[in-house]
């Protein structure tokens, strides 16, 4: 006697078991079964012919199956009559004449159709008249292919549309999505179901009617919740179009739900291990699904979803803390790395600051002995003398910025006592100098009625300067203009006079300033080249216009002074002119305004006579000197003048003070930021 053990629908291995070692247990110990030496147990397996690659993936199984294989292929004709009128004629029932050709005609049309036939036998059966079964009826059911669409329609329009979303989560639970396979029905429990509409009446009830149609299978007690259920048969999953249209619309959700079943139930299983629960990528996919799917999860999907989300949170809870004590190790560790580091540095600083410092004296010391040693030599031998002072200067130089006193005054001494570089001998006395600002030009001026140029890029600079003639007595003062072509003198001779230094000769044709009455003492020239100040003992000032056809010609006339005018400037601007006189003041001239010489700003405060003035880069600021011992600063600027006003006066106008200077205007405060009245 022998056991035979039939595994039908083995396909349901892959399709229905997610894990891989419990799928190869079974079939291993079916394998056992089937070859165990001198064994009594026969194992058939019966599997739909689109699995076949599937089994290849286990060589044992593979094996088998090439040395025991039995393909079923189609029925014929007359097994599909035997098929079709054996059974009807076992239960005393008779088919209609033309009803058996009908039947076969439509399942030849149909790959697949035997389930289909199947269904509509069984339709057919319900619908007989006596115990005929009609071609009316086959024609009223909607012959093969729209029997099982037929009465799958008719039962889902029978429910309300609450009812028929439940149908179909209900249809998506019980089917299995294929992985390049074809889709397959899926085995649920009623616990699982029940959970989907919070309702478990409406859900048994739902479930009852769709089995009392033949659309479901369930195995157990409904009632009780301890029941199974599947679809009645996969040509429904087939040939249904729409629980097809159902799938269609969201086949990847439908994976992603089965898998989170599948996932869910393994943890259950497991007694709720941790580590069966879902993390990261797959974790957010089901979240995401959740969030699509409002309702549809399971009560152990949810809890398992709850379960994950909550761990995952522990985890990275757990991770952030392990994550900022790290950190914070690290950060100590840095912390004392930089502190020993920076101690290390601040030694090694102190060290090199020591070395330096010691290095740096012995160096002074060196300077001071031979700047010493060059005055001891100075008389008996001078020259021995001067070049031990440029060594000690040389020293000197290597101690970035340490002045030694010493060493220069030696170096100067020792060139005094030789003699020093001769760079310039006139005929008589030198009255004024000036140097060009391209550092070429040497000018003087003598008392011998000329002023001299000399050439700073010239091998011997004290050799053949340019003479410049024409005054007729000495030349108190020059000046060279900004862009170095311009060179004024002025003389005792009551003239001032241009020298064109871009000539090839510059003291032919000089341009002869005419106009003053008394000596010019004093010229200067705007940054901008285009005016020449003098400044006379006939107590005025003067504007020339070097851009002019003429420049002598029409001078600006800067009157007002009432004693010599011996001092000029020109801010950098190129707006104003100050003058300083014997008057005990100095006077600021606008050269924006439409006459320069009318309205000046008298600057009073000192006490004797005004001999030399000068503006700071920045237009900020006038500096007078007095033979009264002192200099005086003035603020050029209206807003630094209104500045100094506020600190001055420290306070606004009082009540009485603004209805006396502004009658009927409403108070206002001349500084905000300064008291006023309540």
Known sequence: MRLVVVVDRFEEVFTLCPKEDLREALIRNLLYAAKVAQGQTLVILTMRADFYPKCAANAELAA?????????????????RQAIERPIRL?????????????????????????????????????????????????????????????????????????????????????????????????????????????????????????????????????????????????????????????????????????????AREWKNSGRDVGYLYAGARLAVAKEWEASHKGELSADEDEFLRCSFEAQKQRGAAELEAARRLAEEQKQRAEEAEKREQEQKEFAEKLQLERAAAEQHARVAESRRLAAESSSALTKYPQCSLLLAVEALKVKQTLHGVRVAVDEQSLR?????????????????????????????????SRENTARLWDLSAEDPAANPVVLRGHDNAVRAVAISPDNRWLVTGSLDKTARLWDLSAKDPAVNPVVLRGHDQPVMAVGISP???????????????????????????????????????????????????????????????????DPAATPVVLRGHEDNVTAVAISPDNRWIVTGSEDNSAQLWLLQVNDLVDVARTVV???????????????????????????PD
Request: glycine share 8%; proline share 4%.
């Open 64 to 80: 088998a199956f090439s040395d025991h294989h039995v393909l079923v292929g189609p029925m014929t004709e007359d097994e599909l």
């Open 91 to 263: 239960v005393g029932c008779e088919l209609e004449a033309g009803l058996v050709p009908l039947l076969l005609q439509d399942v030849r049309r149909q790959p697949g159709a035997l389930p289909m036939l199947q269904y509509a036998l069984l339709e057919l059966w319900h619908k007989r008249v006596g115990r005929r079964l009609t071609v009316k009826a086959y024609q009223d059911i909607g012959r093969l292919e729209g029997a099982l669409q037929r009465r799958a329609d008719a039962t889902l329009m029978a429910f309300s549309k609450e009812e028929q979303e439940l149908c179909r989560r209900i249809f998506l639970r019980l089917t299995q999505p294929g992985e390049g396979t074809e889709d397959t029905k899926r085995r649920a429990s009623m616990e699982e179901l029940l959970s989907l509409s919070g309702t478990s009446g409406a859900q048994e009830a739902i479930v009852q009617k769709l089995a009392d149609a033949s659309l479901l299978i369930t195995e157990g007690d409904i009632a009780r919740g301890d029941a199974f259920v599947e679809v009645a048969h996969e040509a429904l999953i087939r040939s249904w179009p729409q629980l097809r249209q159902w799938i269609d619309a969201d086949r990847a959700g439908l994976r992603s739900r089965t898998r989170l079943t599948e996932a």
């Open 413 to 445: 001494e020792a060139l005094g006592f030789i003699g020093g570089r001769l760079v310039a001998r006139a005929d008589g006395p030198i009255t004024a100098v000036a140097i060009s600002p391209d550092n070429r030009w040497v000018v003087t001026g």
């Open 528 to 594: 901008d080249n285009r005016w020449v100040v003098t400044g006379s003992l006939d107590n005025t000032a003067r504007l020339w216009d070097l851009r002019a056809k003429d420049p002598a010609a029409n001078p600006v006339v800067l009157c007002g002074h009432e004693g010599y005018v011996l001092a000029v400037a020109i801010s950098p601007d190129n707006r104003w002119v100050v003058t300083g006189s014997l008057d005990t003041t100095a006077r600021l001239w606008d050269f924006s305004a439409k």
């Open 650 to 676: 420290g306070r606004n106008f009082s009540a009485n003070e603004w209805e006396l200077y502004f009658p009927g205007e409403k108070y206002r405060k001349t500084f905000p930021d300064l008291p006023g």
